[in-house]
């Protein structure tokens, strides 16, 4: 029954135009469903309308979001009067949300990609805490290569899985921010007795913000 002229200058219509049912004509095809179910289901229930949508700038015929919100008046005897609307322009503010979710999909899919990598590499791999030197993951070839399952691997020592000479110095190195790269071990491991194996090993500390070790690959 009524719109104020900041509205009907961003609709470009007149408020003879929107009266009734002509309101619908300025909401996104893809958001009116929505838009009518939630306001049927107000009016049901004599309870606030608060919806966000898609109406269409006069001017150029493009769509902007909105955020609108509808509160019923009552009489003195709780009778509804009318509806007091409100609508606010939220349009840059979704578009920044749209765009981080999409951000946190690539992101996730590429984190799921890298995972898959890892797992399913050709080469052992392993973190470690660079205090205790404790498994924080490892892949599948490394589990095999130990000859144990991963979720009985990880929270153990490297020596606990491996005690072979000269590993946990080498740890202690890396630690203290010295790289390992193409060093030869050799021993027995405990899982397989009697298997006496040589290894080339690789490792190097990954520093946190601060500047301190935080793991060891």
Known sequence: ??????????????????RGKGWRGVIHPED??????AWMDALAHD???????????????????FWVRGLPVHDEQGKTLYWLGVCIEVHE??????????????????????????????IGLSLFDPVEFRYLRLNDRQANTIGMPIEEILGK???????????????????????????????????QPGQHRYWTVNYHPVYGPDGAVRAIP
């Not at 979704?94 to 990598?117: P, V």
Request: without cysteine; negative net charge; glycine residues 6%.
């Open 157 to 191: 020592t490297i020596t606990d899985i491996a005690p072979l000479e000269g590993l946990r110095e080498m740890f202690q190195q890396v630690a203290a921010g010295k790289s390992i790269t193409n060093q030869l071990l050799e021993g027995e491991l405990p899982m």
């Open 1 to 18: 029954t009524y719109a104020n002229q900041r509205l009907l200058d961003y609709i470009g219509m007149s408020l003879e135009e929107i």
């Open 47 to 65: 309870v606030d309308f608060e919806v966000e949508t898609r109406i269409r700038r006069g001017s150029d015929g493009k769509f902007r979001w």
């Open 32 to 37: 009116e469903a929505d838009v009518l179910e």
């Open 93 to 122: 503010h979704r578009m920044a949300l749209e765009e981080l979710k999409k951000s946190q999909q690539e992101a996730e899919h590429q984190r799921m990609e890298l995972e898959t990598i890892y797992r399913t590499a050709p």
